[in-house]
Structure formats: C-alpha cells, structure tokens
C-alpha cells in the first residue's frame, strides 16, 4: 500500500504506510505509474472539491484496467438556524460579501485566498495549515496557522475573539472542520458557502471506515 499526496502542505501529517509527493504527470502519467507499480486498486480519497485529481484518477484507472473506489464524504446540510448563501465559485463569493466592510473570516485553500484580493474593503482573518505567501493585498488581514480538527467551542472563541461577521468556506463534510458551521449557527453568522464541484460518476463509499471495510474484502476476494 502506498498514500500518494500532491504535495500542497509543506509538512504534512506523519503516516503509517509508505508515502510519495508529487504529481505523477497526469492521466498518462498516472496510468504508466498504476501498471509499472501493478496496482489493482486505485482509492480516490481527495478532498471533495479536487476535482482534476478526481477525474485523472477516474481516467487512469479506465486506461490501466485498475479497480477505483472514490471515497466522498456527504455533503453538510443546512439545518434550522444557518445562514447560509450559496455560490458557484470563488468570484461569486466575493460579490455575495456584499459592498458594506465586514469582517470575515476566509476558511479556504491558500489558492482560493487570492480572489479575495478584489474586495480589499473587508478586513480578514485567514486560516491555513501553511503560511500563505504571497500575502493577500488587501490593507487588513490576519494570518492564523492551524491543522484541524477544530471543535465548535474553539471556533466559538475564534469567531467572538475576532468579532467575524461572515465566513467564506467549502462544503468539505465530515467532522474535522463542521465546527466552524456550528459556531457560526450559535452565533447568527453568515456563511458563504462554495458549491461542490461535479465529479466522476464512480464507485463510491461515504467514509474511511467504510472504504477500509471495503479494501479489506476486496483484498480478500482476490487472497492479497
């Protein structure tokens, strides 16, 4: 077994398997890697909203005749007390924050950051695993680095300690980070939610426990 990551966080977390970085050149690339390596099982565990990796995994998979299982996480619903809007994209996001100054907090990818650049009457508060560089241009931000998981108390605190009035998030689903979605419901903050991407229409299991169930009688059916 092999965890293959892209490389995005500069320290990422420790793992117990054997670990490679990098891209692997795309769908041909990822294709020679899966027969030269003679893999039988490819597992699409990305975040829900890399979509390229998701459909090169899908693609490569076709080409070597590699089993795929993508495992996605359900989206978060809106319950009653959110406030949420919901946008297409990054661009969308900015509008939707509206012409008046607000504090608001950018729980995003460092890559999504840059757009924000475009509405320097807000004042941020922006969160990441690594430092984000080049800083935004925009005259007020603050930089927080952390690696969730996050609970909905210490959120709680962030956003009261900060005084947020609207948060610009994705829908990643699961536990690590809904607690910013929390607080935010307790407290009347907007949230500005992006839309998932569309992805391939594959095999496809709904946690990690599960997926692992899974390998693992996939893995015995074929006496691995």
């Known amino acids: 077994m092999t965890l293959s990551l892209a490389g995005r966080t500069a320290v990422p977390a420790r793992q117990p398997v054997p670990v490679r970085v990098g891209g692997f050149g795309g769908v041909a690339g990822l294709a020679e890697h899966l027969r030269a390596e003679?893999?039988?099982?490819?597992?699409?565990?990305?975040?829900?909203?890399?979509?390229?990796?998701?459909?090169?995994?899908?693609?490569?998979?076709?080409?070597?005749?590699?089993?795929?299982?993508?495992?996605?996480?359900?989206?978060?619903q809106r319950v009653e007390g959110d406030d949420w809007v919901e946008v297409a994209d990054v661009r969308a996001a900015v509008a939707a924050l509206g012409e008046v100054p607000r504090r608001v907090f950018l729980a995003l990818g460092r890559q999504e950051v840059a757009g924000f650049a475009e509405a320097p009457r807000h004042s941020y508060l922006i969160r990441s695993v690594d430092p984000v560089e080049p800083k935004l241009g925009v005259p007020r931000a603050v930089y927080l680095l952390g690696r969730g998981p996050f609970d909905a108390g210490e959120e709680r605190a962030m956003l009261e300690g900060h005084r947020i009035e609207a948060i610009v998030c994705k829908n990643s689903g699961g536990d690590a980070t809904y607690g910013k979605i929390v607080a935010a419901r307790e407290l009347g903050v907007r949230v500005v939610m992006l839309a998932r991407p569309v992805l391939p229409e594959v095999p496809s299991i709904g946690s990690v426990a599960a997926a692992r169930e899974w390998v693992?009688?996939?893995?015995?059916?074929?006496g691995v």
């Open 216 to 222: 693992g009688h996939w893995a015995a059916r074929r």
């Open 38 to 76: 003679r893999v039988g099982l490819l597992v699409d565990a990305t975040h829900p909203y890399a979509a390229t990796i998701s459909a090169h995994a899908a693609e490569a998979a076709r080409i070597a005749g590699v089993a795929l299982l993508a495992v996605r996480r359900p989206a978060w």
